[in-house]
């Protein structure tokens, strides 16, 4: 079982910055794969960036070169590193966690296991 905390949400200008924090609580963190998606308004839930559990990443098309995710397994946390933002970013951010079992990453929410409760993220024009 992994619970997720995610942190760092908040009001931002178009054009600043934000870091996302995600905090798993279980062991082996650094065998799971993880995830953030982002929810607007009235919309459907969507991939942002995702990293395996080697270290492998993938981004939405949305927030390539503009967003990047890492983690520390020391700390059994995972970032996201959001530069440039713009109002369509705005939503709230979830992080999601799977185990990890492939060497490339999961871009697909259905796949994911286990969520946080989301941050909010709203980017001003």
């Known amino acids: 079982q992994v619970q997720l905390v995610e942190s760092g949400g908040g009001l931002v200008q178009a054009g600043g910055s934000l870091r996302l924090f995600c905090i798993a609580s279980?062991?082996?963190?650094?065998?799971?794969?993880m995830g953030w998606f982002r929810q607007a308004p009235g919309k459907e839930r969507e991939f942002v960036a995702a990293?395996?559990?080697?270290?492998?990443?993938a981004y939405a098309d949305s927030v390539k070169g503009r967003f990047t995710i890492s983690r520390d397994n020391a700390k059994n946390m995972v970032y996201l590193q959001m530069n440039s933002l713009k109002p369509e970013d705005t939503a709230v951010y979830y992080c999601?966690?799977?185990?990890?079992?492939?060497?490339?990453?999961?871009?697909?929410?259905?796949?994911?296991?286990?969520w946080g409760q989301g941050t909010q993220v709203t980017v001003s024009s």
């Open positions: 999601a966690a799977k185990w990890g079992t492939r060497n490339i990453p999961v871009i697909a929410s259905y796949e994911y296991d286990y």
């Open positions: 990293i395996n559990w080697s270290g492998n990443t």
């Open positions: 279980g062991r082996a963190f650094s065998s799971y794969d």
